[in-house]
């Protein structure tokens, strides 16, 4: 099945810095990659996600990257804010019934 | 619209004793999960249904059971619990008649078994 890795486990920026966090999967048939943002004690949500019939999307401070020949792809937060502070989550699927593998997370801390 | 609804949010229960979680979503959607989440394992898949009348086992389906009631409602049921089920449960649901949908999930139920 697929495995979804996570790099690193944890990240430290200062306010408005970038944020780089990366995944990689190993099902080469995965076609669709969200990103999920969970805060503390709250529900995962979607804040981006791309199809692997495009490389790159980006949503105002958001981007996500996708490499199929390396199989990983990466989330770019710009300017980074403390409300951006929160566990994140990269996810993969081939698309049967939507199904959604996911990393472990990482924990982003965007120090004022 | 409420999106999706888990109860209840907070249990705890005893080692042996049984309880069903409820999940409903007011979405139309197709598609139901149940996952668990563990401190520093992410998020695993219980169950899902893929359709009204569908269930299929997920990465970590022992000691659960599920029952898709309607369109609606994806029940978890846990018949005898166990400590190692103290996690946090989360169900979400997607569209599910086209590929790749987005999931959204419900708020959780925290689950205790002493």
């Known amino acids: 099945g697929e495995n979804v890795e996570q790099h690193p486990s944890t990240l430290s920026v200062q306010e408005g810095d970038s944020a780089v966090i990366k995944c990689t999967y190993s099902d080469s048939a995965s076609n669709y990659f969200p990103w999920y943002k969970q805060e503390l004690g709250k529900r995962p949500q979607l804040i981006i996600d791309?199809?692997?019939?495009?490389g790159e999307k980006k949503d105002q401070r958001i981007a996500v990257t996708l490499n199929k020949t390396a199989k990983h792809f990466s989330l770019h937060i710009t300017e980074t804010q403390p409300e951006d502070s929160a566990v994140y989550f990269c996810?993969?699927?081939?698309?049967?019934?939507?199904?959604?593998?996911f990393g472990k997370g990482i924990t982003l801390s965007v120090r004022p | 619209n409420a999106g999706v609804t888990q109860t209840p949010k907070f249990q705890v229960l005893k080692t042996g004793q049984s309880m069903t979680l409820q999940c409903a979503q007011d979405?139309?959607?197709?598609?139901m999960y149940w996952y668990r989440q563990d401190p520093g394992m992410g998020l695993r898949l219980i169950y899902y249904s893929a359709s009204e009348g569908t269930t299929d086992k997920g990465e970590v389906p022992n000691g659960y059971n599920v029952s898709r009631l309607n369109k609606r409602e994806f029940s978890l049921r846990l018949e005898s619990a166990a400590p190692s089920q103290t996690s946090v449960y989360f169900c979400?649901?997607?569209?599910?008649?086209?590929?790749?949908?987005?999931?959204?999930f419900g708020d959780g139920t925290r689950l205790s078994i002493l």
């Open positions: 996810a993969a699927s081939t698309g049967a019934n939507s199904k959604l593998t």
């Open positions: 791309i199809r692997s019939n495009v």
């Open positions: 979400a649901s997607s569209e599910g008649l086209r590929s790749n949908q987005p999931q959204h």
């Open positions: 979405m139309n959607h197709n598609s």
